[in-house]
């Protein structure tokens, strides 16, 4: 599967039923590596690669960390206070790496793969079917911060869009779902 491809039918996942889900399905069918992953991918909307490319010592104890985009080269500024307790628990049980997300083989992170293998394995364990990938902690990260604040112009920045048409494309608003905000619009 090519990488553009992925990110085109990865959708975000919409409901918090389905987030609650997939963090227990990670946790229980992947492990703790697994959901932690998730759970700093949804709560800070880096990319995949960058998220993979966490050691230990870039976040341990801190609620705050700046990270040089791969892809962009610019940092960015992400916060970490509101997962600080089960992130610094899990880095706890680490021992003898300095990744994050260490692979099983050998001293090296998870690869991209790999990590896309795990969410599509806890996907396939809660029946979630839709469009399951990488990309899709990034995407339910916009999503989800597009529904809490409605703010196009502030996503648009955090996930360094040229365009805010490209963000909410790529967080997945709709057409529809423009069209019945502008039913339910009145002054």
Known sequence: MGKSKEIKDVQPIRSLEKIEDMKWSLR????????????????????????????ISDVKG????????GKTDKPRTIQLANIYDELNTYINTLEGT??????????????????????NKAAD????TDGIGTHTM???????????FKDVAEL??????????????YIGITDEEIENNLKNFVL
């Open 98 to 119: 300095e990744w994050l997300f260490p692979s099983r083989k050998g001293d090296k992170a998870i690869s991209r793969i790999q990590a896309y293998r795990q969410l």
């Open 125 to 128: 364990m809660v029946d979630i």
């Open 156 to 169: 648009q920045m955090i996930l360094n869009h040229s365009h805010p048409e490209i963000t909410l494309k």
């Open 28 to 55: 229980k069918w992947c492990g703790e590596r697994d959901y932690i992953m998730f759970l700093i991918g949804i709560n800070t909307g880096l990319r995949v690669s960058d998220l993979l490319n966490l050691k």
């Open 138 to 148: 990034r995407k339910t990260f916009g999503y989800w911060h597009y529904k809490q």
């Open 62 to 69: 801190k609620k705050r960390i700046t990270v040089k985009e």
